[in-house]
């Protein structure tokens, strides 16, 4: 069903620097295929841990 609706494989896309995003619950919003905002978001838990690998 998903081929009526849309044109091409992308729906949505999102790119974040993990470094910046701060723990939490944060809502992401998405870019369509032109770069331009859409309405699709993302809500997400930030959680960070750091390991020492020897």
Do not use: T
Not at 13 to 21: Q, V
Not at 42 to 50: A, D, H, Q, S, T
């Amino acid at each position: 069903m998903d081929d009526e609706h849309l044109s091409d494989d992308l729906a949505a896309w999102a790119c974040f620097r993990l470094d910046r995003l701060q723990p939490g619950y944060r809502v992401l919003h998405l870019f369509n295929s032109n770069g331009v905002i859409s309405r699709g978001v993302l809500f997400v838990r930030i959680k960070k841990v750091v390991s020492v690998s020897k």
